[in-house]
Nanobody
Framework: QVQLVESGGGLVQPGGSLTLSCAAF????????VAWYRQPPGQERELVAG???????NYGDYVKGRVTIERDDGKNTLYLQMNNLSPDDTAVYYC???????WGQGTQVTVSS
């Protein structure tokens, strides 16, 4: 059974950094494209970053240069390293496996002083 479990969200000050984790169960991350999405309050869900089986990465235009997506094959876990955060980055962050159209439960990130 496919499952994605996010963690690492919380409250961070503007300019700060945060790393989110997404543990995968029921499939091998390195064999599929998996992505991070986010949904700011009152807005639609949008792509943050994705990584494919070959390791090729893609990023949303508004986060390029500030986020890095990484995968630990030994732990079957996906990471999202975010730097120089601003209040506009406040959102629920989701892990998504399009192969099964499966969404994790999400983790809240709030950027505020």
């Amino acid at each position: 059974q496919v499952q994605l479990v996010e963690s690492g969200g919380g409250l961070v000050q503007p300019g700060g950094s945060l790393t989110l984790s997404c543990a995968a169960f029921g499939f091998t991350l390195s064999e599929y494209y998996v992505a991070w999405y986010r949904q700011p309050p009152g807005q639609e869900r949008e792509l943050v970053a994705g990584i494919g089986a070959t390791g090729r990465r893609n990023y949303g235009d508004y986060v390029k240069g500030r986020v890095t997506i990484e995968r630990d094959d030994g732990k079957n876990t996906l990471y999202l390293q975010m730097n120089n955060l601003s209040p506009d980055d406040t959102a629920v962050y989701y892990c998504y496996a399009p192969q099964w159209m499966y969404w994790g439960q999400g983790t809240q990130v709030t950027v505020s002083s």
